[in-house]
């Protein structure tokens, strides 16, 4: 993936937190910024895929009202597309700040005992695509046969507001995320319901997921609200993933593929679950049978797996704090892509 001076001076390519593949594009989003990106297949003299590359950067305030403005990070964890859409949500997460090794101990200890909330993090946005001059995908904030760029939360609305009385969840909401506090970080669509993954709280070992049915808010096409279903706004399920967080959602076909890490701040082990059926699920589940497709690489520190897409019958894998090696002198970085068994 190769990517243009912007995002590069942004590091957004250092920082990839979600991916997803769009005929012939992948959408891209890092969690220091509150852009997604753009990237577009290239291929070799005999037509085979060898990149992504020619990226184009969207703000997503050009689309929607950011809570906090057009410039405060978003820390995107999760994109899903379909049906002519592509959706992105922030972490909804609180943050503690970082202790780094140059800070003296009593900088160390003020900056442990301080946890921000920053209001862009609390978002789900949609964005109408519609075909642009060159035939790809363009995310715009009217599409011509209505439909509407539109975002949930900083209203009191926000998916963290919905969960406040949950049992399970509402008391993390007040951890920060590397805490085990509550850390969205994967995203899937099918039909008119998202999953939402939950890198923590992991509860006893089980790790969180909600479902909910977005819509337009009536009263304003620019604002999204959360419908009932039977009565209920959303569904919780509880995944036996080792003990292991929702790193990131995929859909392949019926299924729902899971990367799976920690939910603390360690860099491994990295799992890879099939949920099979998934999408055929109307209740709330416990699902202790998820096939354990395979683990993945991950380093000490570094090449952390954040990002999964089914490109053909391979998946891509994207990785935040790539090793060196992941670099390229162009100003690319280099993901995985690993055969996809279908089954465990």
Known sequence: MVFGDLSRQAQTHTNLSAVRKEGRCLWVAGDETATIERLTETHDADGVLTGYSDEVTYRLADFVDLPAGPDEEADIEGLASGDGWLWAIGSHSLKRKRVKPEHPARKSRRRLATVVREENRYILVRLPLEEGPDGLPTPVRRAADGRTAAVLGGRGDSLADLLRDDPHIAPFLSIPSKDNGVDVEGLALHGDRLYVGFRGPVLRGWAAMVEV???????????????????????????????LGIRDLCPDGDDL???????????GPVRLFRWKDAVKCDAPEFVRDLLHVGDLPHGDGEDHAEGIAVVADRLLVVYDSPAAERHTPAGGMLADLLLLPREG
């Not at 593929?257 to 860099?267: E, K, N």
Request: aromatic letters at 10%; charged letters at 30%; glycine letters at 8%.
């Open 257 to 267: 593929l899971v990367l799976a890490g920690p939910s603390m701040s360690l860099s």
């Open 213 to 243: 049915w977005p819509e337009t808010d009536p009263y304003d096409e620019h604002r999204l609200r959360l419908r009932a279903v039977d009565g209920v706004r959303y569904r919780s399920h509880f995944l036996d993933l080792r003990g």
